[in-house]
């Protein structure tokens, strides 16, 4: 299903799509203009073509008269508001809410940092109160996280800006996406199969976006906290009392039967945490007080299954230290120029060849991914011929180097997935969450040090179980040039539809060709032959390796060339936005010391499996 532009027109054209919104849970959501009331609303779509077509005939009022129960029955301050209106097109049911500006839950840590344990409560419970709603209707939310629940500008108070499994629209309906094993949020019983949902399960979400609030550190998901504990909440926050981190930990606890089976009992256990602190003891209990909390129906009626709310998708595990490892083809490109007599150029012809290759998905939790690239084992020429043109001294001697196979990332890491990793457990140093010049997920981080990328690696293997490092010199090389020997991995040529460089200053011609002078997305251009993306350009990429001169004294076996002057500069390869095209060819060299950090510099990741 493809999302719509700006400007789209829907329901004969009441609705004109304005943006898509990353809030709303797994499904497509858009920000929508309501030309009869003129207003902003939320459209939430879900795929319908999977629906029986015996069922089509009277689908739309059914779908209304659901809208229409939701509706009255779900209200809240705290819960987005739903209007009692479906509409079908393009196969997909589209869903009418409000749209209440602010900003999620998820920014507004990183924006403020971690709460306080009053702070944190009075959020939660706000948001408990909401969720109380829909388990008095016999519904589960079951989708409960950060990134669903925004503070609105005007009010400051909590809003869920998704029903999760809750909405019995989406029942009819299979969910396009699978749950995420990694799911920071999700409880176990989510994860598994056949596993019991009921009350606790939103419960185990709630607790654990409390553990967020409280401490600006995401928990570990609960598919690896059978090999690795939960660290307490209380390491990361010294102004929470030991009854509220256990009162956290309760809610989180992985066995059900250990868990409160209603949000009253939990929200209670804060009560008694309240008893034990002297300054802030009355004003928490107002805040838990404030709601009516009505204990819910009796367990095997929370769900109602005749409406197929909540039947969770089959996931299949994967051994916990070995990935599945899965196939793709993908288009690269190289570039010929097309000389004339006396050796001038009169174009570039631009040729696209299908290739496969293997790769494996690390899955870093809230839908983030990690790809990792197959890299097979084999044999090059490192280093840079003496024809090549701008080729320096540092490139040379040309030797042989034999690499064992490897993964390495598919993108240089971008800034989504480092804001992810930067909320791991701290190992050894702390991490900014967005360090960033130039904004934007799916832009490359920069302004990282080569010892924030040592940690970065560290807390991801811990995370993962698997071992992440940065690349040596030769294995970004050999990975660049993918079994070329020209001075870039689609020819002897460069151009700026194929990577994002600067002009140099002395070079008056193309005046018409568009030079970005920023970073761009790591998918805007296409991959090189091992199917990895810019390779050349957009920005530096670190190396594993101290830099050396000359390659007389380096490893011809593809490891790291290491002294013991942990200061001395790192290399950086690939060329950056900043720079001419001459620094983008395979076989250049730069280097930087190890704790500086430049919007031209970031990087991407190894891992080598057993």
């Avoid at 819960?79 to 009418?96: G, S």
């Avoid at 006396?342 to 290759?357: C, D, H, Q, R, W």
Wanted: aromatic letters at 10%; hydrophobic letters at 35%.
């Amino acid at each position: 299903m493809s999302s719509w532009k700006k400007g789209k027109k829907l329901n004969n054209g009441q609705y004109i799509v304005e943006s898509i919104l990353l809030r709303g849970g797994s499904s497509p959501c858009y920000r929508a203009r309501d030309v009869k009331r003129d207003m902003l609303v939320t459209l939430k779509t879900t795929n319908i073509t999977k629906i029986m077509e015996a069922e089509r005939g009277d689908l739309a009022e059914k779908l209304i008269k659901q809208a229409q129960q939701v509706a009255q029955k779900c209200q809240s301050p705290c819960l987005i508001k739903l209007y009692p209106h479906v509409f079908l097109e393009d196969d997909l049911a589209y869903m009418v809410m409000d749209y209440p500006e602010g900003n999620d839950l998820a920014n507004y840590i990183d924006d403020n940092g971690k709460l306080s344990p009053e702070e944190a409560l009075k959020i939660i419970t706000k948001v408990a109160s909401a969720v109380n709603i829909l388990h008095q209707n016999k519904c589960l939310h079951l989708d409960l996280k950060p990134q669903n629940i925004i503070i609105e500008d005007k009010t400051q108070n909590p809003i869920i800006v998704d029903y999760g499994w809750a909405v019995k629209l989406f029942a009819l309906a299979a969910r396009k996406t699978p749950i995420s094993p990694n799911d920071c949020f999700s409880p176990p019983e989510k994860i598994k199969d056949s596993g019991k949902l009921g009350v606790y399960s939103d419960i185990y979400s709630l607790a654990a976006i409390l553990y967020v609030l409280t401490t600006a550190q995401l928990p570990l998901n609960a598919n690896l906290r059978s090999f690795q504990d939960l660290v307490p909440p209380i390491q990361y926050n010294n102004q929470m009392s030991d009854r509220f981190s256990d009162a956290i930990l309760k809610g989180m606890a992985l066995d059900i039967k250990q868990r409160p089976q209603c949000l009253k009992d939990w929200l209670d256990l804060f009560k008694q945490a309240q008893t034990q602190e002297e300054s802030s003891s009355q004003e928490k209990q107002k805040i838990i007080e404030q709601t009516e909390f009505i204990a819910p129906p009796p367990e095997e009626t929370v769900v109602q299954r005749s409406t197929q709310i909540i039947t969770p998708p089959t996931i299949t595990k994967p051994k916990y230290n070995y990935p599945n490892i899965e196939e793709f083809s993908f288009e690269t490109v190289t570039l010929t120029e097309e000389k004339k007599l006396f050796g001038f150029v009169s174009k570039i012809e631009k040729n696209l060849t299908t290739k496969k290759g293997q790769y494996f998905v690390e899955y870093l939790g809230q839908g983030v991914n990690l790809e990792m690239i197959f890299i097979p084992s084999g044999q090059f020429m490192m280093g840079s011929s003496s024809d090549e043109r701008h080729r320096e001294k540092d490139e040379s001697p040309q030797h042989k180097v034999n690499l064992n196979s490897f993964y390495i990332s598919k993108y240089p890491v971008t800034q989504l997935q480092w804001k992810t990793v930067s909320y791991f457990p701290k190992v050894t140093r702390n991490l900014k969450h967005k360090p960033a010049l130039f904004r934007g997920d799916a832009l490359p981080v920069e302004r990282v040090s080569w010892f924030d990328v040592q940690e970065f690696c560290k807390r991801l293997s811990k995370y993962t179980g698997r071992n992440y490092r940065l690349p040596t010199e030769s294995e970004w090389e050999y990975a660049c040039r993918g079994n070329t020997n020209t001075a870039f991995s689609f020819g002897d040529v460069i151009t700026s539809e194929v990577a994002n460089f600067d002009r140099p200053n002395k070079d008056n011609k193309n005046k018409n060709i568009k030079y970005e002078k920023k970073t761009t997305p790591v998918d805007n251009f296409y991959p090189n032959p091992f199917g990895l993306y810019d390779v050349h350009g957009n920005v530096w990429e670190w190396c594993e390796d101290n830099y050396v001169s000359s390659y007389t004294q380096k490893p011809k076996d593809g490891t790291a060339h290491l002294t013991s002057m942990v200061n001395q500069n790192r290399v950086v390869r690939g060329g950056s936005w900043s720079l001419s095209s001459e620094y983008c060819r395979s076989a250049k060299r730069n280097s930087y010391a190890p704790d500086s950090s430049y919007n031209f510099i970031g990087f991407r990741v190894v891992c080598v499996l057993d």
